[in-house]
């Protein structure tokens, strides 16, 4: 399945939910480089876009039911786990990826459509010290 934005107007669509420096938190979150509590509130602005089949991405039903309970119902990653009946450790190995699935996608389709200079593309490793 080709996991990409599929029009100019989902590209839009993304654009009007998520920031560069969202972007950045969630490279950084998909890197390991901070705690998921870094990109919480960006939760339901990635559950809105993916359930609203923006982002035209495939996961998994427990990576789904992970997004859909911590996006939609603000419950915490422990509550989710224990709906989806998988310990706490594996939920947060499945939103971090879950999480790298989506900021790729992004990512690339910010980076596809904006011109930006190319010391001013997405660079977690040497921007986030500064911007957060």
Do not use: C, W
């Not at 890197?31 to 998921?36: E, G, P, Q, Y």
């Not at 939760?43 to 039903?61: F, N």
Request: proline content about 3%.
């Amino acid at each position: 399945t080709d996991e990409a934005l599929s029009a100019p107007a989902e590209l839009t669509s993304v654009q009007t939910q998520l920031t560069y420096s969202d972007i950045k938190r969630l490279e950084a979150y998909a890197k390991n480089h901070v705690d998921f509590h870094l990109i919480v509130d960006l939760l339901p602005k990635l559950a809105h876009l993916y359930y609203r089949r923006v982002l035209g991405l495939k996961l998994s039903y427990s990576q789904a039911a992970i997004l859909a309970g911590m996006g939609f119902q603000r419950l915490k990653l422990e509550q989710v786990a224990k709906q989806v009946h998988i310990e706490v450790n594996q939920g947060m190995a499945l939103l971090n990826k879950l999480v790298k699935k989506i900021t790729g996608i992004v990512k690339k389709a910010f980076e596809s459509e904006i011109e930006m200079p190319k010391d001013t593309r997405l660079d977690p490793d040497r921007d986030l010290g500064r911007d957060l």
